[in-house]
């Protein structure tokens, strides 16, 4: 096989993965429901993080920087598949006409955080092993 021929893959867009953030959410049979998770590319991701710069002033001179709390809020909006959080019945029921909301108002901590680790995950943002290692030392 030829060099080339290894790095002719399909894209990772088209990667998604089942995941159980709460046994809130069931279905009529009363098992839960996950939500289905995709993995984006790195043009995708350079894309959610130019739209999540902020500007400020440090000592007179402008400066750039990442909003990470947007930042997240957007590759979770990028990401998720199901539930639809751009939906305007679900952004309805949970007060707010922004999609970017919806799962900080649907979601407890502990959801939301288990849902933002599954994407970076995912998206090889973070080693199945190195969440092994945080598991042991927490």
């Known amino acids: 096989m030829s060099a080339l ?5 399909p ?3 088209d990667v998604t993965k089942q995941v159980i ?3 809130r959410f069931k279905d009529d049979e009363g098992n ?8 984006i590319n790195q043009k995708e991701n350079e894309k959610l ?5 902020k500007s400020s002033n440090v000592k007179g001179a402008p400066v750039e920087s990442l909003d990470n ?3 997240t809020k957007r590759l979770v909006l ?4 199901e539930p639809d959080f751009s939906d305007q019945e679900m952004c309805k029921y949970y007060g707010t006409e922004d999609p970017l909301d919806v799962p900080s108002q649907m979601l407890s901590v502990g959801e939301y955080n288990r849902l933002s680790e599954a994407i970076l995950e995912l998206n090889g943002m ?3 092993k190195e969440l092994l290692e945080d598991a042991k030392n927490s």
Request: glycine residues 0%; contains cysteine.
């Open 69 to 71: 709390l947007l930042y």
């Open 78 to 81: 990028a990401c998720v598949q």
């Open 11 to 13: 894209p990772v867009s």
């Open 126 to 128: 973070r080693d199945p």
């Open 21 to 23: 953030v709460s046994d």
């Open 49 to 53: 993080a130019r739209m999540s710069r």
């Open 5 to 9: 021929k290894a790095f002719l893959q």
């Open 32 to 39: 839960p429901v996950p939500f289905v998770i995709k993995a």
